[in-house]
Every structure is written in C-alpha cells, then in structure tokens.
C-alpha cells in the first residue's frame, strides 16, 4: 500500500482556499492600521507641532486635537457615570429578584434594545433628549457635551447591564448561600461576596461599554452641537463640542483627500482605534485571566 | 454609624429605584420608537420612492439600497468566514497561533465603526478610484461582519466531539475531506446564525458607508457595481438633520421602525436557524 | 398521625428542645418535599438524620434557617419552633435568626479571602479590636479542630487549604458566631476519612455544649455519633428516638431494614 499518497489537487485546492480566507481575516485588522497610517504623512509634516494645540482651523494650518480628544473622554465620562452605577444596581436587583418572570420581559427587552441602530439612538436624542435638556435648563440649544453624555449612556446601558446581570448570575449559589447561613443581610452578601466574586467580569464589561462609547458617531454627532473648542470653564458640559468621532462624520466627506486637514482626521482616527483596541484586549485579557492574588490577614 | 438593618433598606430602596429609572429608559426608547413609528408607517411609506430630499414620499429606494448592500455584504462574507473558520479550527494546533487568530478577529470586533468607513474612504474610493459604489459599501460592511460570523463558526466546530474527527481519519479521510464532509455539515447552524446576527447589524450602521456607498437623494436602483444608492440609515441621518420640519421628522421615524423591524427579522431568522439547523447530534 | 407517639424524643419538655417542629411541610410548586414532620430537637447531644437519597434532608435543614427561602415556587406548611419563637414568623428578623443557627454544608465552601477573614466573616456590626479579632479566631479554629494545622497561615488565602481543612473552616466560621444550634449537612461527604474522623470527633465535642442536627449516609459514622436519631423517607419523618433504642430494636419493621439489618451484617 501507498501511504504516502499526495494530496488529491481538489484537496489542495480546498487547503488553500481555507488557508487564504484565515490570511484574509487576520490580516485586515492590521491593514486598517496600514492604511491610516499611510495617510498621516501631510500633517505630520506640515504642522505636528499644532497638533497639540487646542485651535482648530484649517484655513490656518492649525490642527489642534485637544478639543476633540477632551470631548470624547468627557462624553465618555459622563456616560460611564450614569450607567455604571445605574446598570450594575439594576442588574443586582435582576439576578437577585425571585421573579423569574420580571427577568425574562427584562432580559428580552434589553435585547431587543441592543439590536437598535446608533442613527436611531440620534433620532432619539434630536427629538427628544436634546429638547428635554435645552427647555429644562433653559437653554438655547440642547445640542451639548451633556446631552451626547445622557444618549450614550442611554445607549451602552443595555451591555453593561447584561454583561454585569451574567456576571452576577454566575456568582455560584453556594457561595451566597453560605454567606447568608452566616447571618450576612443581602446587601453585605452582595457587596462582600457576590461583587468581589464578579468583579472582574464587570470590569470587562465596563471596558467593552466604554471602548463602544468612544466609538460611537452617529447618536453623538447629531446632538453635541460641533463646536471645535474647549468649553471655557473646562468641564462647563453645558457647552457644545467636539468628539473625535464626530469630527470625523462632520468633516470627512468635506476634506480633499491627502491634504493635511485630510489626514489630521485620519491621525485622529487612528488615535481613536488605538484606544478602543487597548481597552478591548484588556477587556478580554481581564475575562480570561486566571483569579489570584493574597489579602490581608484582617479586613 | 447607620445600623446594618438600615444599611440594607437604603441598599434595597437603591436597587429598586435603579431598576425603576432603568425600566422607565427601555420603556420610553421602546414606546417612542413604536408609536411614533406606527404613526408614520403606510403602504404608500414603504412602496414610493421619497421626494422634496425626503421629507415628502416613502422609502423604496431605501429599504432597496440597504438589503441590496447588506445581502451582497452577506454573500462575501459567508465563504470567508467559513474558510477561515475552519482553518482556524481544524488546521492550527498551535496554542500561540490560535491565540493570534482570536486576537485579531477580536480587535476587528472592537475597531469603531466610523473607522471602517475612513478605511473604505481611503482604500477603496481614493487609492483603487472606485468613487462612490454600493459594492465597495458591500465589501466594507462584509469585513465587519466577519468577527461575528467567524467565531459563531468556530464555537460551532468547537462543539463537534473529537470522536466525529477520529472516526473520519480512521476511514482514512483527509483533513480536507473531513472538513468538507463532516466539519462544515455539523457546524453551518453557527455560520448561518453567525451571519444573520452579523447582517441584523451590518444594516443599521450609517458610519461605515456613509462616505463612500451612499447618496442622500436621487439615488435609484444602480446599473452598475459603482454607482452610489441610497439606503435607510442614511436616509434617517439626512432627515434627523431637517429635524425642524415636522413632516421629515415624521418620515424619519418611520425609516427608524423600517429598519428596526428588518434588524428583528434578522435576528428572529437567527433565532430560527439557530434551532432548525442545529444537526441531530447537538440537539 | 397515627405514627406520632414514636415521634416524640425522650426529653420532649420544652426546656429541653431547641427546635421543634409540628406537623412541618414543604413543598416545591406543586412537588410534596416534606410532609407532617412532627419532631423535637433536645437541646444536647448530636441527633443524626438518616434516609435514603432524596428523602428531603436537605430541604429540611435547609427550611430550618431558612436559607431556601429565595428559591422560586418554595412555600412551607405547618409551624416550626426555635427556642419557642416561631421560624417562619412574618416578624422573624431572619439575619438574627441565621446568625444563631449555625449551618455547614456538604461542599466546603470558603471566601476567597484569608483564612482569618473567612473566621470573622460572619461577625457584623460589632467593633472589635485586633487582639479581640485573634482571640475570636483562635478560640474558633480550635474549636474546630483546625489551629493547629493554619495558626502559622493565617493571612494565605482560604481556597490554599485542602477540602477537609476547608470543611472545618467552614465549622469554624459557623462557631465564631456562637451559635445555639448546628445544621450540619453531611459535612464528611466530601473528605478523606482521616478528616471524617476528626469531624466526627468534634460534632461529639460540640455535642455537648450545643445542639448539633447532623445528616449522613455513613450508617456506622451514625452509629459512631449519634445521641439521638431521626429517619426521613420520602419526605416523612418514619421513626424517631434514641440512638441505642433505634440502632438495636425499632418499632416499624421499615427503619429496622434500613438501620438495623445492616448493622446486623458488620
Ligand atoms: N429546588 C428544587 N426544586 C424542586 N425540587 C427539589 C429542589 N431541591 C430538591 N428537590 C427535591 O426534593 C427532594 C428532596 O431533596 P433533598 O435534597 O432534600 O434530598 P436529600 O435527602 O438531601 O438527598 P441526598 O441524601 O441525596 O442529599 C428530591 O426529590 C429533590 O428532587
Ligand atoms: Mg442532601
């Protein structure tokens, strides 16, 4: 017998279609990254200095992308803010309740919700969220760094709130059960066994919301009032701004491409991948790590 | 010091409000959405092109563009993301290889969505002189859909018991015959899912193709590969920005519930495949 | 009941009962658990449930402190007693009431935290100084037989010690506390059986301070323990009485071939 027969040539043909799809995959991420990179030449040579600065006005020659990077941490600050704290007590009522019922409508709802398109989100904000803020505080405009805050956190509500709610759920029962055996109320199992227990899935949930945050473009360019300044005083979130996202969704289709206006939003853009990239690999290196770690001998 | 039993009321008041402002948000989205979309929505909506940049008309032409993009991005990204898959699955062995793999497909997962549209932009329109064209649309939505599909795939070889793979290689099949007849069969229901979760997103994005696969007006049906069209999102987006006009406003959210009832139907029909096609094996 | 003469244990005046029970039920939706438990726990010495798996053990100590109560579709028949207050009294601070029936589990189960943390991790709402905090926890793992092996270790993580060690952590934690009484679900099930000695040993001990209710299926370790002996089937309570009485002459021939006839063969 022939055991070292070759391959038949469909067979090979087959290997390499599978082998140059794999290539193909894993290859586009970085080819993302090429490919920006290959346009940041103009303003690097042109003006990298101004970069840094926080006037943007390309008439001028200036680039300075302080005023979208400030906007994009504060919008995302804003919405962790308001979500975090609201998603993870919600959660905690959800996988504590005894109602299997009250979860399940939940849990459908949430997902329905996380299905809806970010213009949608937008839509929302424009119609209602913004006007709400303009006539509540009694503004001209509502279109704010605070009212791209409140959609946002109206939008990544519903990952934190199911990624924390499987969190806590998986918290084994014994654990809690014989922490309550103990006397604990439900607040000091929660708090002290249930949370520390989950915390580091939690924490990947944050992540993941705040990576989403920073990418979000379409809910956050229609209601933050594109304005490339810094609020003056700095955290006056009552003022419009810029993020990075929505610089690029205003200004994109308006630059001629391979100028230096051009690829200063393209070296935004980049920023803004690395970003989102580092929190997402922290995101999965949290949720694959092995628990460890010593404490205290006493609390 | 507040006593532990008062600690646990102002605890549980603290969930109970949350889970009050939570539910009142998920309600109101859901109830804005829905009412304000029913009004908006008729046959004549959903079968007329739009007029006056959209304020006046329907959406044909939208509710077009959208499945014509997302379908074509659909139908490249299937061979990809199965071939891939089973590479991944069935060819590297080695931990650090596979590591690398997942790693990628993870951090395509987490590019933002505006930057696939930058990347479209300069690639595609600029670099290749596509100038705006559904198909490059097509191709850039397939590339964010493959994270998705790929590693619905994946789980789904990744169920498939060792023994199925042994027994193949007894017969004395080749790993490429084993992959065609016996890991693709047992593992489609991930693939289908996988995409149909992947298209029920890939639909509603406007960042990625705003730039370069889409017109606000005037766009029909294409004659060719590049040609621009217009689709739901886009369409909302121009709208949203008129939003002082009560009738485009009114127009707006009937794409909105559209689109949103496409992006169920996707995710419904994922639901389905998911229990239709899962082989016997698994079941 | 026609049964409930046996039911009744030696020292069945109230002063002498920890826990007693009167016509106890619990049922999971529409699934009978338990049903008419008519029982008296003394308040000395170690009382033994024994029955054939799912005879609803479990579901009895675990009604006792109520740690079942947040599982869906669980309601409770008839009365139960503790210390003559009603368990599951509308005004029952359940907390307190946990706090004073101690309760080991099957599985050992610690915190990730130290050794000494998991002690003291029932104690709450007292200010205690370190020197008080080392005594509570000296005084604990001796109690459980467990100082000598982590005096030296008290500050490495809980989930470092091996499962028998664990299991009488467990015992330990539940003793910081003080407890009145002690649930104890097969708490050797899942230990070699050098430990299984050593807890035997100290349920003994423990015996004759407090009241311990303890579950096996180990019917020599039963023998080897038990003051007293209750036997569950089927979720009602077949025979109940004194160790010796019920290991050597049974009154219903259906405890005699679960207890005795086994016996008869070592
Ligand atoms: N959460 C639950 N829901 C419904 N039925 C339950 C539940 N927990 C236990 N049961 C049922 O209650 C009965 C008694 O269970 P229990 O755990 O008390 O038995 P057991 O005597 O402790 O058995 P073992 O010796 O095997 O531990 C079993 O028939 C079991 O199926
Ligand atoms: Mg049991």
Known sequence: MDFTRPAPPSG???????????????????????????????????????????????????????????????????????????????????????????????????????????????????????????????????????????????????????????????????????????????????????????????????????????????????????????????????????????????????????????????????????????????????????????????? | MISRAAKEHIFAAATRAALGLSVCILAFLLGAIIVRGAQAISLDFLFMPSRDFGSRGGISYQIFGSLLIVLTAGLIAAPLALGASVYRSEYIKNTAAQRLFDLALYGLNGVPSIIFGLFGLILFVNIFGTGLSWFVGAVILAIMMLPTACMATISAMRGIDTPYRENAYALGLTREQTALRIIIPQSLHGLVTGLLIGLARAIGETAPIMFIATAFSGAGVPSSLAEPVATLPTHILALAQQAADPAALQNAWGASFTLIALVAMFSLAAFFARARLLPLSQR | MPQSQHLKLVSSAPHHVAISLENFGVWFGDSCILSGVNAHLPKRGVTVLVGPSGAGKSTLLRALNRISDDMAGLSIQGRAYFEGCEIYAKDCDVTKLRARIGMVFQKPCVFPRSIAQNVLFGLRGVKLSQA?????????????????????????????????????????????????????DEPTASVDPVSARTIEALMRDLGRTIPVLTVTHNLAQAKRIADHVLFLCEGQLVEAGDAAHMFSNAALPKTQTYLCDEFCEC
């Not at chain 1, 599978?18 to 995959?25: D, G, H, K, P, V």
């Not at chain 1, 030449?41 to 926080?54: D, E, I, K, M």
């Not at chain 1, 934190?160 to 006397?183: F, K």
């Not at chain 3, 005084?139 to 809980?158: C, K, M, S, T």
Request: glycine content about 8%.
């Open chain 1, 12 to 299: 090979r043909a087959l290997r390499s279609y599978f082998l140059i799809s794999a290539l193909i995959c894993a290859a586009i991420c970085a080819v993302i990254l090429i490919t920006l990179l290959g346009q940041t030449g103009p303003v690097l040579s042109h003006n990298p200095a101004s970069l840094f600065g926080t006037v943007w006005n390309p008439n001028l020659g200036q680039y300075g992308i302080i005023p979208m990077l400030y906007g994009s941490i504060v919008v995302m600050v804003i919405a962790m803010a308001i979500a975090l704290p609201l998603g993870v007590l919600t959660a905690i009522y959800i996988a504590e309740t005894r109602s299997a019922r009250l979860r399940g409508i939940i849990k459908s709802a949430l997902e329905v919700l996380a299905g809806i398109p970010s213009i949608v989100y937008g839509l929302i904000g424009v119609a209602y969220i913004s006007v709400w803020v303009a006539k509540g505080l009694d503004l001209q405009t509502g279109r704010l760094i605070l009212t791209a805050g409140l959609i946002l956190a109206v939008m990544i509500l519903p990952t934190i709130l199911t990624l924390t709610e499987d969190a806590i759920s998986n918290v084994p029962v014994i654990q809690r059960e014989n922490a309550r055996a103990l006397g604990l109320y439900r607040h000091e199992v929660i708090l002290d066994v249930v949370l520390p227990h989950a915390r580091r899935d939690i924490l990947a949930a944050g992540l993941l919301a705040l990576g989403r945050a920073l990418g979000e473009t379409m809910a956050v360019m229609l209601v933050i009032g594109s304005l490339d300044r810094l609020p003056s005083p700095i955290f006056n979130v009552l003022s419009s701004g810029q993020t990075i996202t929505s610089k690029l969704g205003r200004e994109l289709g308006e630059s001629a491409f391979g100028s230096a206006h051009f690829s200063a939003l393209v070296l935004m853009g980049l920023i803004l991948v690395l970003i989102t990239l580092t929190l997402t690999g922290a995101a999965q290196w949290l949720i694959n790590r092995r628990p460890n770690g010593v404490e205290a001998i006493y609390d």
């Open chain 3, 132 to 184: 008080q905090k080392h005594d509570i926890v000296e005084q604990a793992l001796r109690g459980a037989a467990l100082w000598n092996d982590v005096h030296a270790r008290l500050g490495e993580r809980a989930d470092t010690l091996s499962m028998g060690q664990q299991q009488r952590l467990c015992i330990a934690r539940a003793l910081a506390l003080k407890p009145d009484v002690l649930l104890m």
